[in-house]
């Protein structure tokens, strides 16, 4: 289980107050509401539908790219639809029409429903970082409609996966699957949230249910291959992958999940060729670039930086003609994180907080925006930590501390506490390093400067539990494929190396 970050705190505290107290509402008091559902308003009958349609592949279904052409038909339909408009802002990768939609959501807010209005304030403020803003929101909704399935089943996704409230998401969703237990996408994100949380084992048996359910869908057998991908078990995630394609060929995100799987297995050749397969798939332009990062990040792996640098170019060059700002800016971040010499990797730090500068920054959401700064300056002050870099490091926290007392966000949060921890490591303070660290304890940066002050500060048992978490870590993060393989690679010399005698 995560440590707690000050936001966590934060988000544990309205919840109990809020949340939980809304939860057990659900489960005693009747609705205030008179509908089951938070009411949908539109004057056209074929914008209800579309937008209907848009729920039914994105959130039932996982039909990703589908349910975005639904809502775009729902939002061209009835221009005036304020929660077409927040959906579509919420649901898309490309942050021009993220913005775009979000805005119009705004515009049209007075003609929603009360409650449609709190939704779409919810959906706009996740989006925005204004994470108290969309708890008030959830906490006011959930107690009112405790029938609308799709209302906790995105509550609990967002708690799970976006703020790391893992207990409180997972009380949402079991009290879903309590009253309907063939609710079948609150029991995929239930099983996302016990893996995410440090419960890996229990996810398993959820996604046996939930293939048993629906054995000609993809999505069960997709979302089982990335929670065997997470736990490590590789073979298992590509026949899980497998199968999902044999149910549908056109599902593009179990492509996308072999050519990752194959990526993390160090069959880079191979991962290259279902990448371009995967590529070739989507329409949306967004999704294309971050398969082609992904594509790019295989060379890095293989340890031929220059192929690497020159495919991610080439991306760069891409994501900056169709406008995707935050694309750019993670481009430039995975190549500074490979970069060997720290003075030309914190010019490609530059250059990526350049990409999310005031001139560029029109195409982006404030929230964007917030978290993927705070992840370039987090891979500042770990460059010029490794560097010896101590006065970068402090102006880097600087930034970052200034950040943090204004943005809840999670991702700024755990950023500042990391170059914190940082800081102290350089200054010597191994256990102040090592309690900062605790702090981001699912980012393989964090946790390898923790292993590191650990060992520093002789606990060498601590830091190899902290290299073990490391090794385990398999996702499609550039800082996993920078941090990770050297931690496996660690812990393998260590088990090879002759037992010493004497205890640590």
């Known amino acids: 289980m995560r440590t707690r970050t000050y936001l966590s705190w934060m ?41 209907e349609m848009g729920m039914v592949q994105r959130e039932d279904r996982l039909f990703v790219d589908e349910g975005l052409e639904f809502f775009r038909q729902a939002v061209k339909a009835d221009p005036q639809f304020a929660l077409a408009h927040a959906a579509l802002a919420y649901f898309t990768t490309d942050p021009k029409e993220e913005k775009q939609e979000s805005a119009l959501a705004v ?36 107690p009112k409609y405790p029938n609308d399935k799709r209302l906790g089943n995105l ?25 309907d237990p063939r609710y079948y996408p609150a029991l995929n994100n239930l099983a996302y949230c016990y893996a995410l949380s440090g419960q890996p084992q229990l996810a398993p048996p959820l996604m046996e249910q939930y293939v048993a359910a629906l054995p000609n869908e993809p999505n069960p057998q997709d979302s ?37 799987t194959y990526a993390l297995m160090g069959d880079e050749r191979k991962a290259r060729a279902q990448y371009l397969v995967a590529i070739k798939g989507t329409k949306e332009r967004s999704t294309q670039i971050g398969y082609r990062i992904l594509y790019a990040m295989t060379y890095y792996r293989e340890h031929k930086p220059r192929l690497a640098r020159a495919e991610f170019e080439k991306v760069d060059t ?34 990526a907080r ?80 090592i309690a900062e660290l605790q702090e981001d304890p699912q980012n393989p940066l964090s946790l390898q400067l923790q292993a590191e002050a ?40 260590d088990a090879t190396r002759p037992a010493q005698g004497g205890a640590n």
């Open 11 to 51: 988000v544990a505290a309205l919840l109990t107050c809020g949340g939980m107290a809304a939860v057990r509402a659900q489960e005693s008091a009747p609705p205030a509401s008179a509908t089951e559902t938070i009411p949908v308003s539109t004057h056209s009958t074929l914008a209800s539908h579309a937008y």
């Open 107 to 142: 515009k049209y807010i007075d003609n929603a429903s009360p409650d449609e209005q709190v939704l779409i304030r919810w959906m706009n403020s996740t989006k925005n970082g204004e994470t108290v803003v969309a708890i008030s929101a959830m906490n006011d909704l959930l």
């Open 155 to 179: 509550a609990g996704e967002w708690l799970c996966a976006y703020q790391g409230a893992y207990e409180h998401g997972e009380a949402v969703l079991s009290r879903l699957l309590k009253n």
């Open 224 to 260: 089982y291959g990335e929670i065997m991908r997470m736990l490590g078990d590789y073979p298992a995630a590509l026949e899980h992958y497998q199968k999902a394609l044999a149910i549908n060929p056109h599902f593009n995100a179990s492509q996308a999940g072999v050519a990752s």
């Open 318 to 351: 891409e994501a900056h003609a169709a406008g995707l700002t935050v694309q750019e800016a993670e481009i430039h971040r995975a190549m500074a994180l490979f970069n060997p010499d720290a003075v030309s990797a914190l010019k490609d730090l530059d250059e």
């Open 354 to 433: 350049e990409d999310l500068s005031e001139t560029r920054k029109s195409n982006l959401l404030p929230g964007d925006r917030d978290n993927e700064l705070a992840l370039i300056l987090q891979a500042r002050a770990f460059i010029a930590v490794n560097a010896g870099k101590t006065d970068t490091a402090q102006a880097t926290l600087k930034l970052l501390a200034n950040m943090a007392q204004t943005s809840r966000s999670t991702p700024v949060q755990e950023a500042y506490h990391s170059a914190n921890g940082g800081v102290l490591y350089l200054q010597g303070d191994y256990a102040g390093a």
């Open 454 to 493: 650990q060992t520093k500060a002789g606990q060498n048992a601590d830091a190899r539990k902290t290299l073990e978490t490391l090794a385990a870590i398999s996702d499609e993060r550039v800082e996993t494929a920078f941090a990770a393989p050297p931690a496996r690679l660690a812990l393998k010399h």
